[in-house]
C-alpha cells in the first residue's frame, strides 16, 4: 500500500540526517575537486523572512548540485553580529547587546535548518566572538603597521539618532541616514581612517576580469571615479603670494574660462574675501556647514542662491584675463582640489551659473552646425582658443598639458572620487579599535599578546544613545605598553564592514588560533567560486572585501597571489510587498515558519524557483504556492515504488520515454548552469505530465530525483531511498549524464544576440517553435542583464538556431 506523503516528518527526518552524519562537512584536503560556494555575511535580525529564503535556497542549490557533480564543497556560514539594532534594543530594554543578538542568531539559524539548507557548521563565526574579535584587531595592527590605517580630523557626516559618524556610502540621496532617517549633519571630529585609496587603481583596473554583473561594475568603477586630466596654479590678483590650485579633464577648454568657484571650505576662501563680501559670504559658508555631501551634489534651487562672490580675481595663465573668484556649494573640498575653473560654454552647470550672476560665456570648442542648445559638452576642433585652435579633442588636450608643464604652472594628473574608508563608529557594540592614547608616546598600538581588547558587560546604556565605553573608568583607565604611564583606550568602534571584509577567508581555516588563517589553506579555497548577495552591497561591501583582500596579500597574511576575493557574483532580486522591499521596520515581513508547518520546505523552495528568473524583483504573493505543493504530491504518487498510480510504459512508450528523459538531463543541466531555475522547474512539471500519460520506467523516475534533488532536497531523498531500500542516500549520487546519441538528434546549440552581439547559448530541441524560442531567451539571467530592464523592440527568431533581441 502507499505512503502517504508527511511533509514535516520527512524533512525532520533528512535535515536531522545530514547534520547527524555531516554530510556537507568537507576537509581542506579532501581530494576531489574544491569548489567555494558562499551567501554573504547575514545579520541575525532573528527568524528567516522570504528575502533570507529566496537567498539561501539559490546557495544550498548550488552547493548540492556542485557535490552531485563531483566537487568537494565548502559552504560555510556565519553571523555579522555586530551592528545598531542590538545596541538599540539594550538602550530600550536594558537587555546587553550579547544575549540579545545570541537569541537572534539562534532564532535565524532555526529557520535555516528548517528551511533544509546545509553547511558545514564546524567553520561557523560570529563576529562578536572573542577569537574573531581578536583576529579583526590583529589585522587592524597590521594596516596600521603599514600605514594604511591612520588618523586624522576631519568633517564627517553625524547621525544624531545614530549618535555616531556614517561612511558616504551610508548617507541616502536626501540627506538621512540609511537605518534612522534622521538628517545627517557635519561635524569635525579626530577619525580612523583605512587608506584604500591606495588601491585606487587596483580597485579599478581589476574589474574587468571579474565574472560579475556588468551593473556591480559599472557601480563600483563610478564610485572610484578615475578621471584624467591636469592639475594647474591660478595666481589671486593682488595676492602676489596665493595661488589657486584647480583639477580639470579639459585643459584644452582653459581659455574659456570666465570664473573659478572654490568649496566654501576652501583654506583660501578668508584670506581672499573682500570686505565689502564678507558678511554675505560668511553667511554662505554657516549655511553649508549644515549640510552633507549628498545634499550639496543633489540640490537643487536657483544657482544665484547657491553660490556668493568672494570680491576677488584670479588670473588665467592661458590668456591673462582676470576671473571672477565665487563660492558654491556644488564644489566640495574633497574631490580634486576643492576649486574648480569653470567653461560655461562647454558645462551646462556652469552656463547655468553664469548666467545666474550675469558672467561672460565664451564657447571653446565647435558645436555641430545648426546647434540651438546651450553648453555644448561634444566633441569638435577647438575656437577662440589662440594656439589650440583647429585642434580636434584628444590633440588639443595634450598640447595644453605640455604647455602647462613647460611653463612649470602644473603637470598631468590623475584624480579619483573614491575617499579613505572612515571606519570610526562612535558606538558600543562593535569590534573596538586596539590602542591606546598615552601622554608621552601618543597613539599606542595594544600589544597582539594583549588581544583580543573586549568591552565590557557591566555598561549602562543611555537613552542619548552615546557609547558607554566613554564613561566606563575600568574600561577607559589602562598603562602605556611602552612605558607603564597612565593612558586612555580610544573608546570608538569599528564600522561592522570591517568584520565582513574577511570572514570568506576565515572560514577557510576557522578552527586556527595561531592566526587569522592559514595562507595555504586559503589558497585551497580563494578566490570564492560563487558569491551570492544583493545589489546593495555593490560598493560598500564587495570594494571593501576587495581593498582587504589585497592589502592582506601584500603584507604576506594571505596568499601573493590572491588579488580578488569573490570570482563569480550573482545578485538576486529582492522580494518585494507592496511595491517596497519587505523590511522589519516597515512591518512588511513574511516569515516562512507557517509555510514550513503546511506546505513544507521544499514546497517553498521550489516555489521561490519557480516565480521567476532570479535576478529580477519578485512581489510577493502565495498565489500559486498550493500548485506547486500538489506538483509535488504528484511526484510522490509517481515515484512511490507502492503506489500504482502511473504503470510502467510499455515497450514503444519506453523508448520515446528514454529519449526524453536524456533531453529532460541536457536541458535541465544547462538550466541550472545559466540559473535559469524558473524553466527548469517547468520542464520538471512537464516531464512529470509526460510520464502520467505515457507510463514511466524506473530509470525516468530516478533521473527526474536525482536531476530534482537539490531544488527539492527532503522529497526527493525520501522516495529515493524508498525505492533503493533504508540507507540509500540520493545526494551521494552522482548528476546524470545524458546519452549523446539519444539526445543529440532531438537538440541543438541556439545562440541568443541581444544587438547583434553573443550572449548566450541554449541547447533547445530542434522542433522549438519561434515563440518558445523567443521565451526561452527572454528567460535566460545573461541577457536579462543585458537587456537592463528593457522589452525588445523588435525579435529576429530564427530557431533552433537564433535569436536576436533588439533594443
Known sequence: MAQAYDVASVE???????????????????????????????????????????????????????????????????????????????????????????????????????????????????????????????????????????????????????????????????????????????????????????????????????????????????????????????????????????????????????????????????????????????????????????????????????????????VNPFNDARVPIYIADYVLMGYGTGAIMAVPGEDQRDWDFAKAHGLDIIRTVAPPEGWEGEAYTGDGPAIHSEWLNGLPKVEAIAKAIDWLEEKGIGQRTVNYRLRDWLLSRQRFWGCPIPVVYCETHGIVPVPDDQLPVLAPDDVEFRPTGESPLRYHEGFLRTTCPICGGPAVRETDTMDTFVDSSWYFLRFADAWNEDKPFDADAVARWLPVDQYIGGIEHAILHLMYARFFTKALSDLGVAPPDLREPFARLFTQGIILMGGTRMSKSKGNLVRPQEYFETVGADALRLFHLFVGPPNENVEWSDTGLEGVARFLNRLWRLADPLSDAVPLANAGAAVEIEKATHRLILRVSGEYDRWSYNTAVAGFMEFVNLLYKQGATPFAIDTLLKLMAPMTPHVTAELWELRHGAGAHLHAETWPVADAALAALRTETMVVQVNGKVRDRIEVETTISATEAEALALASTKVREHLAGHAPTKVISRPPKLVNLVV
Open 12 to 314: 525532520e527526518k533528512w535535515q536531522r540526517r545530514w547534520r547527524d552524519e555531516g554530510t556537507y562537512e568537507v576537509s581542506n584536503d579532501d581530494p576531489r575537486p574544491h569548489f567555494y560556494c558562499l551567501c554573504m555575511f547575514p545579520y541575525p535580525s532573528g527568524q528567516a523572512h522570504m528575502g533570507h529564503v529566496r537567498n539561501y535556497t539559490f546557495g544550498d542549490l548550488i552547493v548540492r548540485h556542485r557535490t552531485m557533480n563531483g566537487f568537494a564543497v565548502l559552504s560555510p556560514i556565519g553571523f555579522d553580529s555586530f551592528g545598531l539594532p542590538a545596541e538599540n534594543a539594550a538602550i530600550k530594554s536594558g537587555i546587553h547587546p550579547r544575549l540579545f543578538t545570541d537569541a537572534r542568531i539562534e532564532e535565524l539559524k532555526e529557520s535555516l535548518m528548517r528551511l533544509g539548507a546545509v553547511y558545514d557548521w564546524r567553520r561557523e563565526v560570529r563576529s562578536h566572538d572573542p577569537q574573531y574579535i581578536k583576529w579583526t584587531q590583529w589585522i587592524f595592527l597590521r594596516l596600521l603597521e603599514a600605514g594604511l590605517a591612520y588618523r586624522r580630523n576631519a568633517p564627517v557626516n553625524w547621525c544624531p539618532g545614530c549618535q555616531t559618524v556614517l561612511a558616504n556610502e551610508q548617507v541616502l540621496a536626501d540627506g538621512t541616514c540609511e537605518r534612522s532617517g534622521d538628517i545627517v549633519t557635519k561635524k569635525d571630529l579626530e577619525q580612523w581612517f583605512f587608506r584604500i585609496t591606495d588601491y585606487a587603481d587596483q580597485l579599478l583596473d581589476d574589474l574587468d576580469p571579474l565574472d560579475w554583473p556588468e551593473r556591480v561594475k559599472t557601480m563600483q568603477r563610478n564610485w572610484i571615479g578615475r578621471s584624467e586630466g591636469a592639475e594647474f596654479d591660478l595666481p589671486v590678483a593682488d595676492h602676489e603670494d596665493l595661488k589657486i590650485r584647480v583639477f580639470t579633464t579639459r585643459p584644452d577648454t582653459s581659455f574659456g574660462m570666465t570664473y573659478v568657484v572654490l568649496a566654501p571650505e576652501h583654506p583660501l576662501v578668508a584670506a581672499i574675501t573682500t570686505a565689502e563680501h564678507r558678511v554675505e559670504v560668511e553667511a554662505f559658508v554657516t549655511r553649508v556647514q549644515g549640510e552633507t555631501e549628498v545634499e550639496r551634489q543633489s540640490a537643487e534651487g536657483p544657482l544665484d542662491k547657491r553660490g556668493a562672490f568672494t570680491g576677488s580675481y584670479a
